[in-house]
């Protein structure tokens, strides 16, 4: 196993690597799908859409009628968008700073749009749903200024999802009045609290049915000479996701 130079033991990144043309992984991380399926495709299940369809189904419970507000239209947030569909949401408001993926958003099945650099996402959530809130806020950017935007747009009960990663000096401060008086549940999803070897192979099967637009989030293709370069386009917000195919 490689070290560093004070013998502190290295791993693949999460276990798995990333941007080589052979690695190494236990066979509890593989999860077959049907072979059918473009590897283009299938590759983007291992991270950013089964976090995003999984915050919605999994840990945000989205059912038919119920009204859904995601923060934050990249990767991950369209997934939650593409997921709360799914599901049969019939109210779904996107929120971003970014008018281009408010667009990407509505393609993925966002009924309602709030750049909130314009507009109060809050008080425009509550506009869409009679004043009330969406049954389902989730914050898919990891701010606490997202969580708390997110916190005050949903309904009295609804429930609250985390699934953008903050980092380890973020800190969130809200009333303890309104985390009581507000009721409901307030949830981190991990990896969309998903079970690989269940979810991975039905959301699969739903795109080769035609019922759930995997491929859709793949922006472009490139080598492995291009990594750099789709990085940055990534940052500039550019792309949904580039697949690197050896």
Known sequence: Q???????????????GAFV?????????CTKVDPETPATAAGLLGCGVMAGVGAAINTGG????????????????????AGAKLAGAT????????????????QFG??????SRQSDPVEA???????????????????????????YARDLAGRVVLV????????????MIELFGRGGALKSSWYGDCLPSRDFPMLAD???????????????????DDVEAAFEKMHRGEVLRSVVVL
Request: aromatic share 8%.
């Open 164 to 175: 953008g990663v903050p980092t380890p000096d973020m800190q969130l401060t809200l009333p």
């Open 62 to 81: 989205v059912q038919r009628g119920e009204s859904v507000a995601v923060f934050g239209c990249g990767g991950v947030g369209d997934a939650a968008i």
């Open 91 to 106: 109210t779904i408001v996107a929120v971003d700073v970014d008018d281009r993926k408010l667009q990407w958003a509505r």
């Open 110 to 115: 966002a009924t309602h749009t709030v750049n």
């Open 21 to 29: 043309e052979k690695t190494l992984v236990h066979s509890g991380q």
């Open 125 to 151: 959530i509550r506009g869409f749903t009679g004043g009330f809130g969406v049954d389902v806020a989730i914050d898919a950017v990891g701010r606490p200024e997202v969580f708390t935007q997110a916190f």
């Open 206 to 224: 739903l795109y080769r049915q035609g019922r759930f637009p995997l491929a859709d989030f793949v922006t472009e293709t490139v080598g492995l």
């Open 2 to 16: 490689m070290t560093l130079a004070d013998g502190t033991e290295l791993s693949p990144a999460l276990g798995i």
